[in-house]
């Protein structure tokens, strides 16, 4: 056999053991819209991911994220992902409410106390009930990335006490369950779309805000604000959404390549917003907010006051989505 004809075959036959799938992967370039803004750890994680799909794909499957709500808020582009006119997006659950009301059990105030109870919750059997009842939405969540533990920012006074709420103009995600866990600590509640709240703040037209603290740093709120407080009333999960439509036409393959990867992203995701974490309230600090942490009794007294909106939302959410959090919680807190 000629030398040249010889190398050849040994290069074919090489790629065909290093990666014997490859046929099933097509080119897909995938559109990830995203609300917050380009340096905030969901970049991280995609990066980690798209290491995880070059790996897996041999460089097939790309994608791009957008940011800053470029393609459209959360809800409008979670719709577009529901009608196939988009592939993805990392939203919060909570302005989905509308869509599935079960992933309104995220939203209920002092559910998780700790990121592993709010890991174990999602990351389990229960995430995937609820992943069961996106796909019959048109909605495939390949993991549950983190946005976090939500605390209140504004420019009027420190939040020590539920009472210091009363008459804050605040803004809320669309959704009830924030709506009247606010008013009912007595703040003037409006919810609005993420894509507003920069420049409410700044006109005033709202004066407080709720969001972790990477996210209030990332998406420069706390320039227009004068207190931080730690209230950490709830946890909100990203979902990594990926269109049904669009999901239903790729092989197996690349669908399962996703999902792994997904879940690749998940983990950095994770790990640098607690490092953030640290570094976005230093910063704020030093830009000259006031901070707070609550006191473990208010809290206990917050989630007392807060009893009302879980009988108001209990039936809509599922009674039963609702116990299965509570009594997996209740189970690992009695270990
Ligand atoms: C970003 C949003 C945001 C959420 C909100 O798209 O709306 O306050 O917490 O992080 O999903």
């Known amino acids: 056999m000629k030398k040249s004809l010889k190398a050849a075959l040994l290069v074919t036959v090489a790629c065909a053991v290093a990666s014997p799938a490859l046929a099933d992967f097509k ?19 995609m990066d980690a991911m798209q290491q995880c799909l070059d790996e897996k794909t041999g460089g097939k499957m790309k994608m791009t994220g957008f940011w800053g709500g ?8 979670t719709q577009s992902l529901r009608s196939g006119v988009l592939d993805s997006v ?9 869509i599935e009301p079960a992933l309104g059990v995220f939203d209920l105030p002092f559910l998780f106390r700790t990121n592993e109870e709010a890991y174990a919750v999602m990351d389990g059997e229960f995430g995937d009930y609820i992943n069961e009842k996106l796909e019959k939405v048109g909605l495939i969540n390949l993991a549950y990335w983190e946005n976090g533990f939500r605390n209140v920012s504004n420019s009027k006074r ?9 008459g804050l103009k605040m803004r809320v995600m669309q959704n009830n369950i924030f709506l009247d866990t606010f008013s009912n600590f007595g703040a003037n509640a409006t919810p ?25 740093d990332t998406s420069k709120f706390f320039e227009v604000q004068n207190y931080i407080s730690e209230t950490k009333h709830t946890y909100t999960p990203f979902l990594f959404l990926f269109s049904k439509p ?9 669908q399962a390549a996703l999902r792994d990867c997904a879940v690749v992203g998940r983990d ?27 006191s473990p009794e208010e809290q ?36």
């Open 27 to 45: 080119q897909r370039n995938i559109r990830v819209s995203n609300g917050i803004a380009e340096d905030h750890p969901v970049h991280n994680g």
């Open 70 to 77: 470029a393609l459209g808020g959360d809800l409008q582009s």
């Open 90 to 98: 990392v939203t919060s659950s909570s302005p989905l409410v509308g």
């Open 158 to 166: 420190p939040i020590t006490k539920w009472e210091d709420f009363e």
């Open 192 to 216: 609005m779309s993420f894509g507003e709240v920069f420049s409410a703040l700044e006109t005033k037209a709202i004066d407080a805000q709720e969001n972790p603290y990477v996210t209030i």
């Open 246 to 254: 669009i999901f239903d036409t790729y092989s197996p393959e690349e």
């Open 268 to 294: 950095v995701e994770r790990d640098v917003i607690q490092e953030l974490n640290k570094t976005s309230l230093a910063k704020m600090e030093e830009a000259g907010l006031e901070f707070n942490v609550i």
């Open 300 to 335: 206990q007294r917050m989630l007392e006051k807060s009893q009302e909106v879980y009988d108001t939302h209990k039936d809509e959410i599922g009674a039963d989505v609702v116990e299965m959090v509570q009594s997996t919680l209740a189970e690992m807190r009695a270990q």
